[in-house]
């Protein structure tokens, strides 16, 4: 058992021993460590303005990625360096390229949201130097400027790129040395208290599964994109909470399907959605911030059973399934059958998503939509997961999913039958939207009434109808919406 929580901070290591289960990333550098450069704007993940960068050992060795660190746990930074702006430095300790850039081209107007904004660039400047303007927009979905200056900044970050000095960044030339100091850092189960608080850091997922099996209750926390606002916005005690978002990483390709692990983020799936699942790529960049894909876990979106969840109506319109773990047993079952009621799933005491299995079937129309206030950044108030067969004209399959429509991630059963065993043509999907009505019987809130709600999902049956018979109309339709910004 490691005595204590051991991180990088900036060129610095920490040990604490006295760490609280609610204790923020952010607080620690402002408090604590008088790193103000970190600001706190909205306690949610949502502005952008707390973005530092956090590096952390992976399979693909040790990798740098923006998160939000003001609903990131202080006790989820184990064995990971964290990089705030104070940290950034050009050659000779002049400003670095992105910060000189962001002056040269005027990026800065009030400028509480810049640090943020640096980071999230800086991210950006090391992993893809190349970047377009689309690469940029995406980078800086998670990043909110109330003085609307996007376009300086986007101009800054293109003058970034092309100004290059990445051989020479300190991150860059540093990068095995901070690898060993943190694999030094990686020795057991860490137990952290304060006060009355406890925070658990598993060694592995069979020392999670002990975990569990002798404190059923818990608290799981993976990215902590949702736990975060528990703590920040609704006060709530978490403790005891067991950290896991190191843990079930692996991803494998086999029997014609994609095996993810449950601590897989977005992020990490990403790639395997762009070959495997071209057509969700585009929904997949939807979820949330780059900030929130860097943090959330699959497993977590999941496990947490939310109906307004990214990940599930997509997941089961493809057939997937879960595998759940309870001490050495496990058992797999659909994805749509762990959705029981509102704040209800499948799960027992003790229990966890250890696995998803998502089939690929190369003949299948896939489509995927989030229906959203704003487009980057926004929680969901419809989504939508398509999954159609068709062979000699004729659909043989289709499995279609809502979120936002039910009290769980749910199939719309009579919208399917519509469709099942029809001809591919626009009158069976106009049929579909017909039916689907009398599948859900959806709640108003301040996200949308009932009344869109079902208006929005009939109209889906009508646009996946125009994508698939029209080549081209996705991408279309995605411009004029603004694809990424």
Known sequence: MTPGLRFLLNDQEVCLTEVGAADTLL???????????????????????????????????LIYEPINACIRFLASCHACHIVTVEHLKGPEGKL?????????????????????????????????????????????????????GYEPIIKAALAAGQAGGQAHDALILEREAVADRLRAMQSGRVTLTKGQ?????????????????????????AGATDVGLWVTKFLRDISPAVFIGHLMKDIQVKDGALHLGAGVTYSEAAPLIAEHLPDAHDYWLRIGGWQVRNMGTIGANIANGSPIGDTPPLLIALGAQIVLRKGDKRRQIAL??????????????????????IPIRPQTRIAAYKISKRRDSDITAVAAGFSV???????TQARIAFGGMAATPKRAARA???LQGKPFTE??????????????QPLSDWRASADYRRMVAGNLFRRFWLEQSEPGLPVRLNQAVGAHA
């Open 389 to 395: 067969i068709v062979e000699n004209g004729t659909i």
């Open 197 to 221: 608080e406890q925070a658990v850091i598993p060694a592995d997922t069979d020392d999670l599964a002990q975990i569990l099996s002798e404190n059923p209750k818990a608290t799981l926390v």
């Open 427 to 440: 009158d069976s999907f106009v049929d579909a939207a017909r039916a689907v009505a009398d599948d859900f």
């Open 416 to 418: 399917e039958a519509a």
């Open 96 to 148: 670095h390229p992105v910060q000189q850039a962001m002056v040269d081209h005027h990026g800065s107007q009030c400028g509480f949201c810049t640090p943020g904004i640096v980071m999230s660039l800086y991210g950006l400047w090391m992993t893809n130097p190349d970047a377009t303007v689309t690469d940029i927009e995406t980078a800086l979905q998670g990043n909110l400027c109330r003085c609307t």
């Open 27 to 61: 607080d620690h550098l402002r408090i604590a460590r008088r790193l103000t450069g970190t600001k706190e704007g909205c306690a949610e993940g949502d502005c952008g303005a707390c973005t530092v960068l956090l590096g952390r050992l992976t399979d693909r060795g």
């Open 336 to 357: 749509e059958d762990f959705f029981v009621d509102y704040g209800k799933q499948d799960r027992a005491a003790g229990e966890f998503v250890e696995r998803i299995i």
